[in-house]
Nanobody, 128 residues
Framework: QVQLVESGGGLVQAGGSLRLSCAASGRTFSSYAMGWFRQAPGKEREFVAFTSWSGGSTGYGDSVKGRFTISRDNAKNTMWLQMNSLKPEDTAVYYC?????????????????????WGQGTQVTVSS
């Protein structure tokens, strides 16, 4: 079992920055990849970013590439999402997620279906 708790959301003006945190507990944090997803009202959940267990491999959704950075510290059981140059279209509830135990092909970490554990979400609102 994995428990995930996000924090760091809030209201920010367009062009501003926010840093989201995801604190994990339960299974050994360094043993699994992690991901960030977001969901805006009336829209499907969207892939934002993933990191491999070591942080050595990362991937980003096209809409956030170059603006967002995912990172993790296995000693602190924490993952972050640094969001810069925020746009109103980034407004959403942001979720961190962990996949089921076992090997997960890197290429599949963009898909919500490989993640079994989800946090409660943190709201990010970007005003224009």
């Amino acid at each position: 079992q994995v428990q995930l708790v996000e924090s760091g959301g809030g209201l920010v003006q367009a062009g501003g920055s926010l840093r989201l945190s995801c604190a994990a507990s339960g299974r050994t944090f360094s043993s699994y990849a992690m991901g960030w997803f977001r969901q805006a009202p009336g829209k499907e959940r969207e892939f934002v970013a993933f990191t491999s267990w070591s942080g050595g491999s990362t991937g980003y959704g096209d809409s956030v590439k170059g603006r967002f950075t995912i990172s993790r510290d296995n000693a602190k059981n924490t993952m972050w999402l640094q969001m810069n140059s925020l746009k109103p279209e980034d407004t959403a509830v942001y979720y961190c997620a962990a996949p089921r135990p076992g090997p997960i092909p890197i290429a599949t970490l963009r898909y919500a279906r490989v993640y079994d554990y989800w946090g409660q979400g943190t709201q990010v609102t970007v005003s224009s």
